[in-house]
C-alpha cells in the first residue's frame, strides 16, 4: 500500500507554514476536502480550522473520539506521550538543527568553519597514517588477477612467408 499517513481523527501534524509554523497539532475532524479542525492543547495552540496543505502528517496517532473536547485531546496526547516521541524523532532534530543554522550571525558561521577545517584535518591525517601504513605492509600491491583484462598473454603468431 503505498500511503502509510492518512488524514484522520488523532493524527499528529505538524504546521508547515502560517503564523503557527513548527508547532505539533492534532487533527480532531475533517471539515471537508482541503480543511480539518485542529487543536493542540500541549504546543498552545488553540482550536482552529487549518487547510490540509499547511500540515505535514506525522507518524503518530493518537486516540479520542470524533470531535472531542480540548480536555480529552490533552488527556490522549499526553497518555499517548506524543511529545516525548516527537523529541526523540530524527524529524524534530533536523528542525532543531535548521533553526539553529537560521539564526547563526556572521561570528558564528566563521567559527564553525574554523571548527570544521580542523576536523577534517584530524580525519584526513589519520586516514593518510592507516593508508600509508597499509600500503607499507603490503595490503594495497598491484597483483594482476588471472581473469583481469590486464593478465592477458601474448601469442606471437607465426608471419607466413
Known sequence: MPFQRFVEVGRVAYVASGPL???????V????????????????????????NEIHLTKFKVTFPHSARTKVVRKAWIDGEVQKKWEESKWCKRAENSAKRRE????????LRGARRHRNYLRTTVYRRVINKNIKSGCFRKVPMKNSPRFVKIRKFPVKK
Not at 30 to 35: A, F, L, N, P
Open 104 to 111: 547563526m550571525n556572521d561570528y558564528d558561521r566563521f567559527k
Open 21 to 27: 509554523k513548527g508547532k505539533l497539532v492534532a487533527i
Open 29 to 52: 475532524d475533517v471539515i471537508d476536502q482541503t480543511r480539518v479542525l485542529i487543536d493542540g492543547p500541549e504546543t498552545g495552540v488553540p482550536r482552529q480550522q487549518i487547510r490540509i
